[in-house]
């Protein structure tokens, strides 16, 4: 049996809404129990924290944040409080999205900058605040497994142009340790974008993130991305293996050497 999704009192009919990414994963336990000084609105995730009066934030365990009309000083003052319980974070990422939630729409639609919405419950909040933090943590993904496609061509050119790596055997170990760090955060994390609970619950929740995540291309980014970290593990086993022959290849040598 499906229940309904607790209703947001609202005087604004419409919302400004800028999901960033702040860090590899937050610690949603662990924030609950250091911050104190807002209104938890649920318990679960993505968690909504009521900053102010129709101004919320809401956050995912994969590291983004969503703003709901939420000016930048009180931004800054939050994300700097959010500090201890983000892993692995930057001093600043470039990942962000912002898109419009307009509410009394008379039927729900989504554009890439617009999300047209019929009423506003904690339910379409947390739906449209997942699928903007899934988007801006896709983003920072592909950013990476770029950078690691960039630094793997420039060593598969070398060996194809003249047989060897551009580079020393422990530099070569370094970038092979960069490309598998990259896809072991990426894979772990991939399982984290699966739809939220109450897409199963409610058919009109299940509408509204399909009519997102097919405006933000969603699973056709993850499939691209699940294909580049797939090439990415062979082409790191293509280099595990040219080292081994190379090992070997000098090992051989040594032996011929103490022999004769």
């Known amino acids: 049996m499906t229940t309904k999704t607790k ?5 604004h009919p419409k919302y400004f809404v800028d999901t960033v990414y702040v860090g590899e994963s937050l610690d949603l336990k662990k924030l609950q129990e250091g911050i104190k000084q807002y209104s938890y609105l649920n318990r679960d995730e993505p968690l909504i924290l009521k900053l102010l009066k129709d101004q919320y934030a809401v956050l995912t365990k994969f590291g983004a944040v969503s703003f709901w009309n939420v000016p930048g000083k009180l931004r800054r003052q939050f994300l700097k409080e959010l500090q201890p319980y983000v892993n692995n ?13 307009l509410v009394g ?3 729900e639609r989504v554009t890439f900058e617009k999300v047209y919405i019929t009423d506003l419950d904690l339910g379409k909040i947390k739906i449209i605040s997942y699928v903007l933090s899934q988007s801006v943590a896709l983003e920072r993904y592909e950013d990476d497994i770029e950078t690691s496609l960039s630094e793997v061509g ?3 050119e070398g060996l194809k142009v003249t047989g060897k790596a551009p580079m020393s055997e422990k530099e070569l170990l370094k970038q092979i340790g960069r490309v598998l760090s990259v896809k072991q955060i990426a894979v772990s994390h991939l ?3 699966d739809k939220p609970e109450e897409v199963w619950e409610l058919p009109e929740l ?6 997102m995540s097919s405006e933000y291309e969603l699973r056709v980014r993850f499939e691209v991305l699940d294909k ?12 595990m293996n040219f080292l081994a022959e190379k090992r070997n290849a000098f090992l051989e040598i040594i032996i011929i050497i103490l022999i004769a």
């Open 7 to 11: 209703k947001v009192k609202s005087r």
């Open 89 to 101: 974070k930057k001093l600043s990422y470039s990942y962000d999205e912002d898109t419009k939630v």
């Open 105 to 107: 729409s008379g039927a």
């Open 154 to 156: 420039s060593i598969v």
């Open 191 to 193: 399982a984290l974008f």
């Open 206 to 211: 299940e509408k509204l993130y399909n009519l």
């Open 228 to 239: 580049k970290i797939n090439y990415l593990s062979d082409i790191s086993q293509m280099l």
